[in-house]
């Protein structure tokens, strides 16, 4: 156990809907980076915050969007979703942002 | 340039054998190089890095190569086990220490599968 925790695990969604996916980082780390596992992608980075400000951007694209809390855990807000939306997503955390990086657990979305 | 080409995209070998997994880059700025390991329905887990003034790291049974000249580094595990069997991602990343920033550049991953 990473001590990450996704949720919700596995979601089941329509074209054109909305989601939202979230993470709680380790208890101390200031650093949230996402991720997105698909079979014809591979694992490639979206984006990342520290300590509730945006760092990094990846191969986001424009209808996702990720915030940070006060409280450090992030959601990553999927719209307008498309059948090729349908991934994993993974939160990592990481202390300060240039260290080890611990992946959660993932969240399976399906889009139908 | 940001491209991790990872081979082979999947490995048996026999328990007791060396499982060995290879990856390529070709941005030298890259600093840090992990292997994660995943096993299905978990996150990727880190295993061992390395940076680039090392040629060689070791934990246990898995052994980090790093050949900086040809851009290469590579995974050993020595004595695999039927437990290592998972999927390994190599990777690599610049860090921004002034951005507090080291996104992953991960290669497409290798199936490794060891046989009792």
């Known amino acids: 156990d990473s001590g990450v925790t996704q949720t919700p695990k596995h979601l089941i969604t329509a074209t054109g809907q909305r989601v939202t996916l979230r993470c709680s980082p380790r208890s101390g780390d200031l650093s949230v980076y996402w991720y997105q596992q698909s079979l014809d992608q591979g694992l490639q980075f979206l984006i990342q915050?520290?300590?509730?400000?945006?760092?990094a951007k990846g191969n986001i694209l424009e209808r996702f969007s990720a915030q940070q809390f006060p409280d450090l855990h992030s959601e990553l807000n999927l719209s307008s979703l498309e059948l090729g939306d349908s991934a994993l997503y993974f939160c990592?955390?990481?202390?300060?942002?240039?260290?080890?990086?611990?992946f959660g657990p993932g969240t399976r979305l399906t889009v139908l | 340039q940001q491209q991790v080409k990872q081979s082979p995209q999947s490995l048996i070998v026999q328990k007791g054998g060396i499982s060995i997994i290879n990856c390529a880059y070709e941005?030298?700025?890259?600093?840090?190089f992990p292997w994660y390991q995943q096993f299905p329905g978990k996150g990727p887990a880190l295993l061992i890095a390395?940076?680039?003034?090392?040629s060689e790291k070791k934990e246990g049974r898995f052994t980090i190569s790093f050949n900086k000249s040809a851009k290469q580094f590579s995974l050993h595990i020595m004595d695999s086990q039927p437990g290592d069997s998972a999927t390994y991602f190599c990777?690599?990343?610049?860090?921004?220490?002034?951005?507090?920033?080291?996104?992953?550049?991960f290669g497409t991953g290798t199936l490794l599968a060891v046989q009792p």
């Open positions: 990592a955390s990481s202390v300060q942002g240039l260290d080890t990086q611990y």
């Open positions: 941005n030298t700025a890259f600093d840090y």
């Open positions: 990777a690599a990343s610049i860090g921004d220490y002034g951005g507090a920033t080291n996104k992953l550049i």
């Open positions: 390395i940076r680039p003034d090392v």
């Open positions: 915050y520290y300590n509730g400000e945006e760092r």
